[in-house]
């Protein structure tokens, strides 16, 4: 199982362009990385998925280097309902779906 | 469509009692996973189902156990409740299949107490 860190927690202020960076030096060569978000008392939601270099969608990009060794979520311009635990996600998967082991995530909070 | 439906959101039970959640996938959605969320800690993975049978077992005692129905509907079972079970059941539905790379689903979760 690919491992991934994180940071525990991190701050920001609204409007800023939050950066969440993950490690997963373990990575499998059919893996792919995925970002989750949690708000209290609801299930995770996905944010963004991807394999290599950028991905883009309306609410953020996902960056992954060459050696996939890492990966950086970033949320632009902030607002405090963008405060919630971040999780950065790798494999585990077969043929019939995802078995995500999920860490302890990044608990972001935007202050005004 | 309707998301990754739940039920019953909450629930109390008594220590040794015996429970039973339900878990309604997106329609199409072949895979369900159930996982368990303490307060502070992210999701622990407890199965997956994939066309009605099981395709993956976490870290749980055998008093775990669950069930996928034709119609990919799912139900996760706990025997003899022990304080420590009390957590928020996560119930996640993908594509599954050819499509193992699809995202994972969330519905909002059954909240169990046990006292």
């Known amino acids: 199982l690919a491992k991934t860190t994180q940071p525990i927690s991190m701050d920001s202020y609204e409007g800023q362009e939050v950066n969440i960076t993950c490690s997963h030096n373990?990575?499998?060569?059919?893996?792919?990385i995925t970002w989750y978000q949690q708000f209290p008392s609801q299930g995770p939601r996905f944010i963004i998925q991807?394999?290599?270099t950028k991905v883009t969608n309306e609410v953020a990009s996902l960056f992954i280097p060459a050696d996939r060794k890492s990966s950086t979520l970033s949320l632009p311009r902030v607002s405090l309902s963008d405060t919630a635990v971040y999780y950065c996600?790798?494999?585990?998967?077969?043929?019939?779906?995802?078995?995500?082991?999920f860490g302890p995530g990044t608990r972001l909070s935007v202050l005004p | 469509d309707a998301g990754v439906t739940q039920s019953p959101t909450h629930l109390i039970k008594t220590r040794g009692q015996q429970v039973t959640l339900r878990c309604s996938p997106i329609?199409?959605?072949?895979?369900v996973s159930w996982y368990q969320q303490v307060l502070g800690q992210g999701p622990q993975f407890i199965f997956q189902?994939?066309?009605?049978?099981?395709?993956g077992r976490g870290n749980f005692p055998d008093r775990f156990s669950a069930r996928q129905f034709p119609n990919y509907s799912s139900e996760l079972n706990v025997n003899a409740l022990l304080l420590g079970d009390s957590a928020l059941y996560l119930c996640?539905?993908?594509?599954?299949?050819?499509?193992?790379?699809?995202?994972?689903?969330f519905g909002n979760g059954t909240r169990l107490t046990v006292t």
């Open positions: 996640a539905s993908s594509l599954g299949g050819s499509y193992y790379n699809s995202p994972l689903h």
């Open positions: 373990n990575i499998a060569t059919n893996d792919y």
């Open positions: 991807g394999y290599k």
């Open positions: 996600l790798v494999g585990d998967h077969d043929n019939y779906g995802q078995n995500f082991v």
């Open positions: 329609s199409g959605h072949k895979s």
């Open positions: 189902y994939y066309e009605k049978e099981e395709r």
